[in-house]
């Protein structure tokens, strides 16, 4: 997100030594230290990566694509069409099974909502978690449209397909949904709605 953005364009130019550097001075300061899979290692070079990464130069069509697929928003019935027609406008070549599988999970989604719940959701792509590890569908639920709400949802997680088998090198294949829901701000949005 932005965050990162900013944070790739302060290292824009600088070595990797320089990266790892900035990394270490920032876990000097706040004293934290990496938790989980990533190592320090990993961070810089994810870091760096991203710094160089700032340095592209797109075509207009590119950008114009780019723009197309990161400004989606959409309710989620439709999101599946909306990505085809931008693919189409576009040209591009070799998404169509993406495209397929991405279609089928929307269907399987509001086929297994029974209450009709998901028929107000809706999709964004501009949307994502701050954690790596979820690496399919994200998710967060709020209480209405409002700004406000969408700053503190009640809920919030995603789909991770590889955590398991990373964590477990392998010894473990199994894909899950993770989440969270904040009980003080469920009771909110419930209080909202009355």
């Known amino acids: 997100g932005r965050a990162q953005g900013g944070i790739s364009s302060r290292l824009?130019?600088?070595?990797q030594s320089e990266v790892a550097a900035?990394?270490?001075?920032?876990f000097a300061m706040t004293d934290v230290r990496p938790v989980g899979e990533r190592s320090s290692e990993e961070i810089v070079e994810r870091l760096y990566q991203q710094a160089q990464s700032a340095?592209?130069?797109l075509s207009d069509e590119a950008s114009a694509l780019l723009d197309a697929v990161l400004s989606l928003e959409a309710p989620i019935a439709d999101a599946p069409a909306a990505l085809r027609a931008i693919a189409d406008?576009?040209?591009?070549?070799?998404v169509g099974a993406t495209l397929d599988r991405f279609e089928q999970l929307v269907a399987r989604l509001l086929a297994?909502?029974?209450t009709g719940f998901l028929e107000q959701a809706q999709f964004a792509t501009r949307f994502g978690r701050r954690f790596t590890y979820y690496d399919g569908v994200v998710f967060e639920l709020i209480a209405d449209d409002s700004p406000q709400a969408r700053k503190r949802p009640f809920a919030s997680g995603g789909?991770?397909?590889?955590?398991?088998?990373?964590l477990s090198r392998g010894a473990v294949e199994v894909t899950a949904i993770g989440g969270i829901v904040v009980p003080h701000?469920?009771?909110?949005?419930e209080g909202a709605g009355q």
């Open 22 to 26: 900035f990394v270490e001075d920032i």
């Open 159 to 166: 789909r991770y397909d590889t955590l398991l088998s990373d």
């Open 185 to 189: 701000r469920l009771n909110s949005a």
């Open 55 to 57: 340095e592209l130069n």
């Open 12 to 15: 824009k130019g600088m070595a």
């Open 89 to 94: 406008q576009a040209s591009l070549t070799g």
């Open 112 to 114: 297994g909502s029974a």
